[in-house]
């Protein structure tokens, strides 16, 4: 009689356990259709960083709709270079970030870019860029004063050119 009790409870726990579960499920909201990137504004972070950046800092002005803002950051790194990037989703739902760096342009392209090689380069607006393409992401690169700027990523090279013709 002792082993049919123990069968017994185990298979009520397991109920137990089960409705539980059951009901956290049905009651905590998930959506498996909305948008699970949340937007930022980066307006605040990009006065600030542009008046602590040792360099002309730049951020999208006039950006077409459909581009939203992931992430934002500007830091220091250990060797005091200053590190500016700025992410974003782009209207077909790829990434593309503006990367800028005070630190060595090589190190810069290193780790905006892993793998890139040289793939050509465009002219956007004045301005000859280079373009890169990485193991995962494609960039566009110009020496801007004493910091590179690369606008890399997903997204094709027609929409890292719209971010990039967009910088002021």
């Known amino acids: 009689m002792r082993g049919r009790q123990t069968v ?3 298979i009520l726990s397991m109920l137990a356990v089960g409705a539980v579960g059951a009901g ?14 949340l937007p930022v504004d980066y307006t605040s972070s ?3 960083a542009r008046r602590a950046a040792p360099y002309p800092l730049l951020g999208p002005a006039d950006l077409p709709a459909g581009w939203k803002a992931t992430s ?5 790194d250990p060797a005091g270079h200053a590190n500016w990037h700025l992410g974003f989703e782009t209207p077909t739902r ?3 970030a503006i990367e800028q760096s005070d630190a060595a342009r090589v190190d810069v392209l290193k780790n905006a870019v892993p793998g890139g090689q040289a793939d050509g380069a465009a002219k956007l607006g004045a301005q ?3 373009r890169l393409q990485g ?8 020496q801007t004063g004493s910091a590179t700027t690369v606008v890399t990523g997903t997204a094709t090279y027609e ?7 967009s910088l002021k």
């Open 128 to 130: 000859d860029w280079q």
């Open 72 to 76: 934002v950051e500007y830091k220091k």
């Open 159 to 165: 929409e890292l050119a719209v971010l990039a013709q």
């Open 24 to 37: 956290a499920y049905v009651f905590i909201p998930h959506d498996t259709k909305g948008d699970r990137i």
């Open 8 to 10: 017994r409870d185990m």
């Open 135 to 142: 193991d995962r992401y494609r960039a566009l690169t110009v």
């Open 46 to 48: 990009l006065a600030s």
């Open 94 to 96: 790829q990434y593309a």
